[in-house]
């Protein structure tokens, strides 16, 4: 039998059976091939498809919107001006949380620093202190 059963595309895909099944329910998957056996069988466009719903789901995309999307990619070619402006809108919003998240990173770099400098000169002794002090200043900090 060829193709992942869902199991195997589950781990390897880092995503549950049900939500595998949900998205094919939902239409966000074409029909899964079936075995003799009556179990599902994906294919490696299966799991295209997959890691494509993945990374739109990623982007904050909701998913009615990730099924107008497919369908607009199963309409063809056509449809490339649409999904295209789809992509750049999420593109777009994607770009500002990254910036939000890059000033987060910055908050908490500077409050861990500005906390370990406290605990440091908590912890420093007098020779610490005044070893510190004998030193020229450093220019790059």
Known sequence: MSGYSIDEVAERMGIS???????EREGLLAPVAKGSNGHRRYSEDDLGWIRTLQLLRGTGMPIR?????????HAG???IPERLAVLAHYRDELLVRMAQDRERLEFLD???DYYRGMLEAR???PEDVARDASRPAASSR
């Not at 059976?17 to 998205?23: D, E, F, G, M, P």
């Not at 919107?65 to 990619?73: C, I, P, S, T």
């Open 17 to 23: 059976k049900h939500a595998l099944r949900y998205y």
């Open 77 to 79: 070619e056509h449809t």
């Open 110 to 112: 500077r409050k861990l």
């Open 123 to 125: 912890d420093a002794t």
């Open 65 to 73: 919107e990730m099924r107008d999307f497919v369908a607009l990619a």
